[in-house]
């Protein structure tokens, strides 16, 4: 929540604190009879800037009504940004108990005024924020955690004073009313998505730092400083571990490693994109640029070459961000796992890698024509006039081994669609459609039986 607010927005934070100051401001002035009118005021200016923190629209959204429930209470007080969040509320419950020289009724305040926030942001899908229970629990235990340090503060002082006068029974009604509103709000209106997790990242362990701290010095050697890593769980113990670069990142599967993406900010500086050469190197042709690729590849990820088909295309019009050196390796016309891809602009900087560094696996026997499999694409897509193999690749399968696999196009009117279809028993893997002007990108695209 905090990358998207303050990543990039400026003029969001400068107006937000302006703000918050006015609000904290007028409010204490407006209290001025108080003796703790300035307490009053910090209040109002925390709630103020909570709200416009939550609330503020990152971009919109024409998705359902929906709040995510988290399983795992615990994830948000592990990572980040929930730490983030939690102080985050920690003024609110601060302030309000200093403000009213009672704890529990601004704690009750806090925890619901988080509830209101992720119910709003539940209903209002427009305003482009999430609701999500570990925003709630992180933010709740921020407002308890003031609250309670409030508490503490109040029993030190020995200056005398009096609280707000409460009537419990009220306070308590008020707030169940709003709790019983907003129940009723979300339970018609908002659909819910249990989940496991919902804060994948967390800081990277010794091992996965490691590992990816070496994949950034096979791809840049020394050339850029890691500044911080980063642990993103999937399913089954799996992941992505990134290294956050000065202008990119680096990231690898886990726990396999083999298999690294870099990003780095394309651009003319000298730390827009890794330097193969001493100097800018001005290409000007593709030759140029898969000599000087190679040259790269060969230092760097030399496995990527051996008995490897290359290929060079252009990105941009008329080559203007530079070219994109493929390399594939085949194994009786079907198209093996390994890839190593190397995007490099024209002042000759590597901006854009994919390299996976993979065994070819034993496959069974290929069985099923490509003409075969084009007809079983059309009986899986009825309606489509064309169908064409592009390529024939190894492909995982479920249980844990290959099988060779057609990637079949399929034409159908105004539309498109993708089927692949097992080349060794003919059953069809997986398909898809999708407008003829969204056709998905492969980097396998090409003829089948290519070299």
Known sequence: MFQAVFQHHLTFVVLAFLITALVTVGVARAARKSTRRW?????????????????????????????????????????????????????????????????????????????????????????????????FMANAAGAVLGGLAGWLFLQADRQPGTGWPLRPGRVVAGFGAVWLVGAFLGGFYIHTSIEAQTVAGGPADDQQASA????????????????????????????????????????????????????????????????????????????QALSLTSTYAKQHFPWGLTQAHVQVDPVGPQAQLGWVVSWRRYRAGILM???????????????????????????????????????????????????????????????????????VVLTCGTNGGLVIVDAHNGTVLNHVLYPAQAAPSNPADGDVGAP
Not at 355 to 379: E, G, I
């Open 337 to 407: 796992p390994m890839r190593l891809d190397v995007e490099i602009d024209r002042h000759g900087r590597v901006s854009q890698l994919h390299a996976l560094n993979a065994a070819d696996p034993s496959l069974p026997a290929v069985t099923v024509s490509a003409a075969q499999a084009a007809a079983l694409a059309n009986h899986a897509e009825a309606g489509c006039e064309k169908a064409t193999p592009t390529v024939l690749m190894a492909l995982p399968t479920t249980h844990g081994t290959w099988t060779p696999a057609y990637r």
């Open 39 to 135: 307490f009053i005021g910090a209040f109002a200016g925390s709630v103020t800037a909570v709200l416009l923190l939550t609330l503020w629209s990152t971009g919109g959204s024409d998705m359902a009504p929906t709040c995510v429930i988290n399983h795992n209470v615990l994830e948000p007080f592990s990572e980040e940004q929930g730490l983030l969040n939690l102080g985050m509320f920690v003024p609110v419950g601060l302030l309000g108990t200093l403000s009213a020289r009672h704890a529990w009724p601004a704690i009750l305040f806090g925890v619901t005024l988080t509830a209101c926030i992720e119910l709003t942001q539940g209903l209002l899908p427009v305003i482009g924020r999430a609701c999500d229970t570990s925003d």
């Open 212 to 287: 990816v701290t070496q994949a950034v010095r096979e791809a840049f050697g020394d050339h850029y400083p890691i500044q911080r890593t980063a642990f993103f769980a999937g399913p089954g113990g799996t992941g992505t571990v990134m290294a956050y670069l000065p202008s990119g990142f680096l990231q690898i599967n886990w726990p396999q490693a083999n298999d690294v993406t870099v990003s780095i900010e394309p651009g003319t500086s000298e730390d827009s994109g890794y330097p193969v050469a001493a100097v800018d190197a001005k290409l000007t042709t593709k030759q």
